[in-house]
């Protein structure tokens, strides 16, 4: 139904009453589904679902009383999954919107009042800004702060994102409005200060209260990557002020500085007699609602400046007001301890569906909360099967275990978690060795498992047989590490000759000899592309080597004190997240006699479109402190590599998060913890002791799943227009076009050249046949379409089969998960991303967090999107 025909003007009306905050109401937001969430100055948070028969109904577990003091503002996640609520306390908390538990606690600076809150429209962060003008960035995938801004002198009052999540706008009481770019404030790896993109002084007379940006996206008609965005602002006098934004997208991967950037002042919306309190827009952005002092509430045709109705009902001044996500409804909370809800059409009744939960089998579905264990459990420990130490393990696949010890024996074992037991195979203990055994490793595909020891000796022998099928020749002193290239082709020794040696796996024909340590090389590692070698001695060094011409391209002293023990690469070609840059990123862990863990960022760049090894830099990225003793063992969590584990002479094994940089478990053990090894899923940890003993822990699913879901948020933080061209790669896999990644990955195609030349350019320039060229130009439009267009409210039946689960509309990225249903892609990310792990439709826990494009449905969908704007 469209809201600009006048009826608006006639027919808006009280749809109820909400009572039951007993001080000023500051805040309210509507979730995708209609349920209404309010704060209040009575230190509670109450929310409302909307009941058919019975309208709208408070929550049995609400009101909430997490916050000390008077909540200021509330906001729904874009997705409706999750929840935030900021107060006087200095408290920001996240809270899981269906089962209203609370996910996380965020504190401001020095504890100060918190005004305003925001969630960036892809989920991913939460800005908190208050009294001492300080703004905050929050990281909600891995919730930590990110970032925090001191550059508002006044209380910052206004904060917005641009729908596409490219901005951010902040402004404060002293009348100043600021502009950032969201990718400077999130990339951690620089150490320069955030510096606004511009600032306007003077934007409001006597101060901000309230701001927000449209989710209509305009373009320039010459210039793609020019935007233009529409932002309101309300403060103390009676005016709201209407303003464009023109900004020229930022490529942060082509190493541009420079930006375009304006504010522009469109018009001013004059109605209310006093101070105007929030304002917000509709989601089509073509209505705007306004709150004041005067006690009203109006809302406005920003297309053709005009108020098309003003609302009575409140009997003090109204602080908040808030749009449902048809437009149908307007909510605003007051002085008066009031919550009115109002139907602007005339027409929705307490009997009225406002929205139809989809079945299963004729049972409507209801999300509730299925509780998952997020503690390290113990499955096995073994403590009768080794003479000696356990001096190394490896893991191969989810199950297959091999381990090295003092008694000279490598072992393999079969872990089955259903039955929550380790077995030993029947080929198992290999025999060969003649004293202890160093290191044990799989290589990537599991045919062969190295071995090297004390005895001066590398074995290769075949897992599946137990037979040893290849050796090194022997070495004169102890072997204290053997590592395998992922591409299985090579493996590099070193030990206490102090030289690393890289031998051909298949000929044991030897490579190269890499010299130039003075003590003891304890560890090496194989980058996951197979182009860098790291070796580290106990000298405290590590040395960087070119894989394929064994040249030392950066040697790093006094890496650690008293000597290093052992490092590993992540398996991430894309490591640290948020981060936008041309060439060619690795994360490094590394541990030593100090006491700490290490991660380094080693970055390549890209010199006339060729990586230049030669010029390799090196960055202390992480400090990881816990320790109280030598740390022995680090490896990163496969794949992803959003977890590091290290283990120490303190008896300890201890989870790290690698993005944040914390501790997430301390598992404790009976004896000096010796090694460590992930199984490929994340889901188990093996730990090897002196005291002879194996221990197998189960890791929590939170930790597995929020592993999997960190990966999947990564490349949608970025623009099409920030894409390289492994982003674009991915794209086609996604939708099943990856048989021209070849063409893509020749012409270097990337988000720039997708987003600025005509899908015929972009297609010509792949040389593609008419067949593919006519698929890709339709998937180009869609591409393009999905970013920046907003849905508008259908007036005709839409297919249930169409209809997103979790939001209840209509999807534009459907995706089927690992439980059968297809949902729209953020909606099922954000699910995750609040903890929860069950299948929305079936409650059931899931197996794994993964899902794929339904390509099928999503055709459907376009169809039938395309014929209703034709009928439009």
Same mark, same amino acid.
């Given at each position: 139904?469209?809201?600009?025909?006048?009826?608006?003007?006639?027919?808006?009306?009280?749809?109820?009453?909400?009572?039951?905050?007993?001080?000023?109401?500051?805040?309210?937001?509507?979730?995708?589904?209609?349920?209404?969430?309010?704060?209040?100055?009575?230190?509670?948070?109450?929310? /409302?679902?909307?009941?058919?028969?019975?309208?709208?109904?408070?929550?049995?577990?609400?009101?909430?009383?997490?916050?000390?003091?008077?909540?200021?503002?509330?906001?729904?996640?874009?997705?409706?999954?999750?929840?935030?609520?900021?107060?006087?306390?200095?408290?920001?908390?996240?809270?899981?919107?269906?089962?209203?538990?609370?996910?996380?606690?965020?504190?401001?600076?020095?504890?100060?009042?918190?005004?305003?809150?925001?969630?960036?429209?892809?989920?991913?962060?939460?800005?908190?800004?208050?009294?001492?003008?300080?703004?905050?960035?929050?990281?909600?995938?891995?919730?930590?702060?990110?970032?925090?801004?001191?550059?508002?002198?006044?209380?910052?009052?206004?904060?917005?994102?641009?729908?596409?999540?490219?901005?951010?706008?902040?402004?404060?009481?002293?009348?100043?409005?600021?502009?950032?770019?969201?990718?400077?404030?999130?990339?951690?790896?620089?150490?320069?200060?955030?510096?606004?993109?511009?600032?306007?002084?003077?934007?409001?007379?006597?101060?901000?209260?309230?701001?927000?940006?449209?989710?209509?996206?305009?373009?320039?008609?010459?210039?793609?990557?020019?935007?233009?965005?529409?932002?309101?602002?309300?403060?103390?006098?009676?005016?709201? =002020?209407?303003?464009?934004?023109?900004?020229?997208?930022?490529?942060?991967?082509?190493?541009?500085?420079?930006?375009?950037?304006?504010?522009?002042?469109?018009?001013?919306?004059?109605?209310?007699?006093?101070?105007?309190?929030?304002?917000?827009?509709?989601?089509?952005?073509?209505?705007?609602?306004?709150?004041?002092?005067?006690?009203?509430?109006?809302? /406005?045709?920003?297309?053709?400046?005009?108020?098309?109705?003003?609302?009575?009902?409140?009997?003090?001044?109204?602080?908040?007001?808030?749009?449902?996500?048809?437009?149908?409804?307007?909510?605003?909370?007051?002085?008066?301890?009031?919550?009115?809800?109002?139907?602007?059409?005339?027409?929705?009744?307490?009997?009225?569906?406002?929205?139809?939960?989809?079945?299963?089998?004729?049972?409507?579905?209801?999300?509730?909360?299925?509780?998952?264990?997020?503690?390290?459990?113990?499955?096995?420990?073994?403590?009768?099967?080794?003479?000696?130490?356990?001096?190394?393990?490896?893991?191969?696949?989810?199950?297959?275990?091999?381990?090295?010890?003092?008694?000279?024996?490598?072992?393999?074992? =079969?872990?089955?978690?259903?039955?929550?037991?380790?077995?030993?195979?029947?080929?198992?203990?290999?025999?060969?060795?003649?004293?202890?055994?160093?290191?044990?490793?799989?290589?990537?595909?599991?045919?062969?498992?190295?071995?090297?020891?004390?005895?001066?000796?590398?074995?290769?022998?075949?897992?599946?047989?137990?037979?040893?099928?290849?050796?090194?020749?022997?070495?004169?002193?102890?072997?204290?590490?053997?590592?395998?290239?992922?591409?299985?082709?090579?493996?590099?020794?070193?030990?206490?000759?102090?030289?690393?040696?890289?031998?051909?796996?298949?000929?044991?024909?030897?490579?190269?000899?890499?010299?130039?340590?003075?003590?003891?090389?304890?560890?090496?590692?194989?980058?996951?592309?197979?182009?860098?070698?790291?070796?580290?001695?106990?000298?405290?060094?590590?040395?960087?080597?070119?894989?394929?011409?064994?040249?030392?391209?950066?040697?790093?002293?006094?890496?650690?004190?008293?000597?290093?023990?052992?490092?590993?690469?992540?398996?991430?070609?894309?490591?640290?997240?948020?981060?936008?840059?041309?060439?060619?990123?690795?994360?490094?862990?590394?541990?030593?006699?100090?006491?700490?863990?290490?991660?380094?960022?080693?970055?390549?760049?890209?010199?006339?479109?060729?990586?230049?090894?030669?010029?390799?830099?090196?960055?202390?990225?992480?400090?990881?402190?816990?320790?109280?003793?030598?740390?022995?063992?680090?490896?990163?969590?496969?794949?992803?590599?959003?977890?590091?584990?290290?283990?120490?002479?303190?008896?300890?094994?201890?989870? /790290?998060?690698?993005?944040?940089?914390?501790?997430?478990?301390?598992?404790?053990?009976?004896?000096?913890?010796?090694?460590?090894?992930?199984?490929?899923?994340?889901?188990?940890?093996?730990?090897?002791?002196?005291?002879?003993?194996?221990?197998?822990?189960?890791?929590?699913?939170?930790?597995?799943?929020?592993?999997?879901?960190?990966?999947?948020?990564?490349?949608?933080?970025?623009?099409?227009?920030?894409?390289?061209?492994?982003?674009?790669?991915?794209?086609?896999?996604?939708?099943?076009?990856?048989?021209?990644?070849?063409?893509?990955?020749?012409?270097?195609?990337?988000?720039?050249?997708?987003?600025?030349?005509?899908?015929?350019?972009?297609?010509?320039?792949?040389?593609?046949?008419?067949?593919?060229?006519?698929?890709?130009?339709?998937?180009?439009?869609?591409?393009?379409?999905?970013?920046?267009?907003?849905?508008?409210?259908?007036?005709?039946?839409?297919?249930?089969?169409?209809?997103?689960?979790?939001?209840?509309?209509?999807?534009?990225?459907?995706?089927?998960?690992?439980?059968?249903?297809?949902?729209?892609?953020?909606?099922?990310?954000?699910?995750?991303?609040?903890?929860?792990?069950?299948?929305?439709?079936?409650?059931?826990?899931?197996?794994?967090?993964?899902?794929?494009?339904?390509?099928?449905?999503?055709?459907?969908?376009? =169809?039938?999107?395309?014929?209703?704007?034709?009928?439009?």
């Amino acid at each position: 139904m469209s809201m600009l025909n006048g009826v608006i003007g006639r027919n808006a009306s009280v749809l109820k009453n909400l009572k039951g905050h007993t001080s000023d109401v500051n805040y309210c937001d509507f979730a995708p589904n209609f349920t209404l969430v309010t704060g209040s100055s009575d230190k509670t948070i109450r929310i /409302w679902d909307w009941i058919n028969g019975s309208g709208y109904v408070e929550r049995q577990q609400s009101p909430l009383r997490a916050h000390k003091y008077q909540v200021t503002c509330v906001r729904v996640s874009p997705q409706g999954s999750m929840m935030a609520s900021a107060s006087v306390d200095g408290n920001a908390l996240l809270w899981n919107l269906h089962s209203l538990t609370k996910l996380y606690t965020m504190t401001q600076v020095n504890g100060d009042p918190i005004r305003v809150c925001s969630f960036s429209p892809d989920s991913t962060l939460l800005v908190t800004a208050g009294d001492n003008g300080a703004v905050c960035i929050w990281d909600l995938v891995h919730k930590i702060l990110i970032r925090t801004l001191f550059e508002h002198e006044g209380t910052t009052l206004g904060l917005s994102f641009t729908p596409d999540s490219q901005f951010l706008i902040t402004a404060c009481s002293l009348e100043v409005v600021k502009v950032w770019h969201v990718q400077d404030l999130i990339d951690t790896t620089t150490e320069n200060s955030c510096c606004p993109l511009m600032r306007l002084d003077n934007i409001h007379d006597m101060g901000v209260f309230s701001i927000d940006i449209s989710k209509h996206i305009d373009f320039d008609e010459h210039n793609p990557l020019i935007r233009f965005y529409y932002m309101a602002c309300g403060g103390c006098n009676n005016e709201i =002020k209407l303003w464009k934004i023109s900004a020229r997208a930022l490529i942060k991967n082509k190493n541009l500085t420079q930006n375009e950037t304006a504010i522009d002042f469109l018009s001013v919306l004059d109605g209310h007699n006093s101070s105007v309190t929030c304002v917000r827009y509709s989601n089509s952005g073509e209505l705007l609602a306004s709150s004041s002092l005067d006690k009203s509430v109006k809302v /406005w045709d920003t297309r053709r400046n005009v108020c098309l109705v003003t609302l009575y009902g409140h009997h003090r001044y109204v602080n908040c007001v808030g749009f449902s996500k048809d437009s149908n409804l307007i909510v605003s909370g007051s002085n008066d301890k009031l919550v009115i809800v109002w139907d602007l059409t005339g027409t929705i009744t307490e009997d009225t569906e406002m929205f139809v939960p989809l079945a299963i089998n004729g049972n409507e579905t209801q999300l509730v909360e299925n509780s998952v264990n997020n503690d390290c459990v113990l499955l096995e420990k073994i403590d009768d099967i080794f003479e000696g130490g356990v001096n190394s393990c490896c893991f191969y696949g989810k199950d297959l275990l091999a381990t090295g010890s003092g008694d000279k024996y490598v072992r393999l074992f =079969k872990t089955n978690e259903e039955n929550n037991n380790v077995e030993e195979l029947i080929n198992s203990p290999l025999e060969g060795h003649t004293y202890a055994i160093n290191h044990v490793e799989f290589s990537k595909d599991g045919s062969k498992l190295a071995s090297s020891s004390l005895d001066g000796c590398t074995f290769i022998w075949n897992p599946l047989t137990g037979e040893k099928f290849l050796s090194v020749p022997k070495n004169s002193l102890s072997i204290k590490v053997c590592r395998f290239s992922p591409s299985g082709q090579f493996i590099v020794t070193g030990g206490d000759d102090e030289k690393a040696v890289i031998w051909d796996v298949e000929s044991m024909e030897k490579i190269s000899v890499l010299e130039g340590h003075l003590d003891t090389i304890t560890s090496a590692c194989i980058s996951p592309d197979n182009k860098i070698l790291v070796t580290v001695s106990c000298n405290g060094d590590y040395r960087v080597w070119l894989l394929d011409t064994s040249k030392c391209i950066y040697v790093k002293e006094d890496a650690h004190d008293g000597g290093i023990q052992s490092c590993d690469f992540s398996e991430n070609l894309e490591p640290i997240p948020n981060v936008i840059k041309n060439g060619q990123s690795y994360l490094l862990a590394t541990c030593g006699n100090d006491s700490m863990v290490k991660l380094w960022r080693l970055t390549v760049e890209e010199r006339n479109k060729e990586l230049n090894y030669e010029e390799l830099e090196v960055k202390l990225w992480r400090l990881l402190q816990g320790h109280g003793g030598n740390v022995i063992s680090v490896r990163l969590s496969p794949l992803v590599g959003e977890v590091v584990c290290s283990t120490a002479t303190d008896r300890q094994a201890r989870l /790290w998060s690698v993005y944040g940089g914390h501790c997430l478990h301390v598992l404790d053990h009976d004896s000096i913890v010796t090694c460590c090894s992930f199984s490929s899923d994340c889901s188990l940890l093996a730990i090897g002791c002196l005291d002879r003993t194996l221990w197998i822990w189960k890791l929590p699913q939170q930790l597995v799943f929020q592993t999997a879901i960190a990966n999947k948020l990564r490349s949608h933080t970025k623009s099409i227009a920030e894409w390289s061209t492994t982003d674009v790669i991915k794209w086609l896999d996604e939708i099943k076009m990856n048989k021209i990644a070849v063409n893509v990955a020749n012409t270097r195609l990337d988000g720039e050249k997708l987003f600025t030349l005509s899908e015929n350019e972009v297609c010509s320039g792949l040389d593609l046949d008419d067949q593919t060229t006519e698929i890709m130009i339709r998937e180009l439009k869609w591409l393009k379409r999905i970013q920046v267009q907003i849905p508008k409210p259908f007036n005709q039946d839409i297919p249930d089969e169409f209809l997103c689960p979790i939001t209840h509309e209509i999807m534009r990225e459907p995706v089927t998960c690992s439980d059968g249903f297809t949902y729209e892609r953020n909606a099922i990310a954000e699910w995750f991303m609040s903890g929860k792990f069950t299948s929305p439709m079936t409650n059931e826990i899931l197996g794994n967090t993964e899902f794929s494009a339904n390509l099928e449905l999503r055709d459907e969908i376009r =169809k039938f999107l395309e014929n209703f704007e034709e009928e439009e």
